[in-house]
Structure formats: structure tokens, C-alpha cells
């Protein structure tokens, strides 16, 4: 059987070929193991070749790796070694993989969304990471989303909530913690992140980091490298004080951590690492 829909498609043995191309992009090994783990059975040979994996290099190849074996663990059985050696599964040996990276649930997601007044759409950016110190993104994607509505005072919520939750419905990766541009809390009144953290059922934690200040926001507010100038970080679902701390750690030297300048920088197309998705809500 074959998947098709967002990322890679293909068959077992197709996606298997891809792996073995060495030739092959580090995106589309991830994507192609992610592809597997949204096949409804996989082979012996099929999880044994997700095994040999475990100690791929690229980070995000072993993350999916994560990802396919907790999405699909019925399909793999307690370790065993078959007739000719070679190993037929690899829960157990995932344990270390697994803690190194969270258990597969532990990936951040900073959101950041560009506006196009004249064409009335806007592009949703998102930048996938596992530790708040990286330099790097593991993922991104973008998603156009076109119908939107004018801005309106205290609405700005119902503009741009649709469009973080259209790019977070494409990220394959299990997150546990969303980054915006912005506020959760407004004093006494919900914010962007509020909102944003109902729509998601309260399952993940939202972090905001704003770069103005509002009067009646309760935010902490951090300095990051020689900038005297602060950020203002509010939070649900995890204590704000605990999130201000992981802002100030984030990578780069400057008062924006680098991810989230990324995320900015993504959403006006003004750099472009991974292939995109895309759709229109």
C-alpha cells in the first residue's frame, strides 16, 4: 500500500530504495521514514532497515525514527535475532535514542505569520526544533492561507490563529511546546497564545515572545546578549518563569534568538532551507 498526501508517497520497496540512495537529500531520508510510519504494515525487512537507523548521524533521521517506532509499535515486536543474524526489530534498542530526544515528544515549534494587505492572504511559517540551544531547525514549513480577514483592534487573535494552526497541522513531528510572536495572556484578558492553546486542546505548552510591551500584560521580561533592550515572555502550560529562562538560552548573540528570527525570515520568504508545504485552509 501506498501513501499519499503531504510529503514523500510511495510503497514500501520505493521508500526502502530511497533510504539506500546514498545519494539521497537528508530531507528526504526523514521524509521517508516518516512515509513508512504512515504505512498500515511494514515488513521484517522494512523494520529492520528503520533499526539500522538508530544511529544515523542526521538528527532528524533519528527523531523520525522515534516518531515511526511510538506511531507504529505494534509493528514492532521485543527484539529478536532471526535465523541469518541480522536483527528483526528495535524497541528495546531505541531506549537510548528515545531518552536522548525525549521520548520523540519533546520538539519545539516557533510560528511566526507574514501578511500580504493587497492579495488579503498571508504566509504561516514554522521552524521545528529539539533544544532550545540549537543553531539549526531540524524542519520547516510554510503555508499560504489566503481569505484573510482585515485587521480589527482587539480581534487580532481571529486573524491569525487560522494560519498558525494550518502550519501546524502539516508538521509531522510530535511537538510539545509552540513558540509565537506575541502574547499569551493580555493582564486579565486572553491572548494570541491563550487562544491558541485552547484551539490545541490544551495538549501543548505556548510560549510568547513579544517584542513591544503591553501595559497590562504580566510578562517577564529578559535581556539576551548586550541588548539592553528586553523581550517580553508570557506562557501556558508551563511556568512562564521556566520559559523566560529557555528564551535566554536559545542560540545567537543577538536580542531575537536565531530560530525565531528564522521563523520571521521564513515567513517573508527572505531565506528558504527545506522544501515547503503547502495548502490553503
Not at 117 to 126: H, P
Request: proline share 5%; net charge negative.
Amino acid at each position: 500500500m501506498s501513501w499519499f498526501g503531504i510529503g514523500l508517497g510511495g510503497d514500501e520497496s520505493q521508500l526502502l530504495g530511497l533510504l539506500d540512495n546514498r545519494t539521497a537529500s537528508e530531507t528526504d531520508r526523514i521524509e521517508a521514514v516518516q512515509a513508512m510510519s504512515r504505512l498500515p504494515k511494514l515488513s521484517e525487512r522494512g523494520r529492520g532497515r528503520i533499526c539500522n537507523l538508530i544511529d544515523d548521524p542526521v538528527a532528524g533521521v533519528r527523531a523520525a525514527v522515534c516518531y515511526a517506532v511510538k506511531r507504529a509499535s505494534s509493528g514492532f515486536a521485543e527484539p529478536e535475532i532471526a535465523p541469518s543474524g541480522r536483527r528483526t526489530c528495535c524497541v528495546a534498542e531505541l531506549a537510548d535514542v528515545l531518552e536522548a530526544l525525549g521520548d520523540g515528544d519533546n520538539m519545539i515549534a516557533a510560528l511566526d505569520v507574514h501578511y500580504d494587505e493587497i492579495a488579503s492572504s498571508a504566509l504561516a511559517a514554522a521552524v521545528v526544533f529539539q533544544n532550545w540551544e540549537d543553531e539549526e531547525p531540524l524542519r520547516e514549513f510554510t503555508v499560504r492561507c489566503d481569505g484573510i480577514a482585515p485587521y480589527v483592534p482587539g480581534q487580532f487573535f481571529q486573524r491569525e490563529l487560522p494560519c498558525l494552526l494550518a502550519v501546524l497541522s502539516v508538521i509531522q513531528e510530535p511537538i510539545n511546546v509552540v513558540v509565537i510572536d506575541g502574547y499569551v495572556t493580555l493582564g486579565d484578558k486572553p491572548g494570541l497564545g491563550i487562544h491558541l492553546w485552547e484551539a490545541l486542546q490544551r495538549q501543548k505548552a505556548v510560549v510568547g515572545v513579544a517584542k513591544t510591551r503591553f501595559h497590562s500584560a504580566s510578562a517577564v521580561e529578559v535581556c539576551r546578549g548586550l541588548s539592553k533592550t528586553p523581550l517580553f515572555v508570557t506562557a501556558v502550560g508551563m511556568e512562564v518563569a521556566e520559559a523566560a529562562a529557555k528564551v535566554v538560552t536559545m542560540a545567537g548573540s543577538h536580542r531575537i534568538p536565531m530560530l525565531l528570527r528564522g521563523a520571521d525570515q521564513l515567513a517573508r520568504m527572505i531565506r528558504s532551507t527545506f522544501p515547503h508545504a503547502w495548502m490553503q485552509p
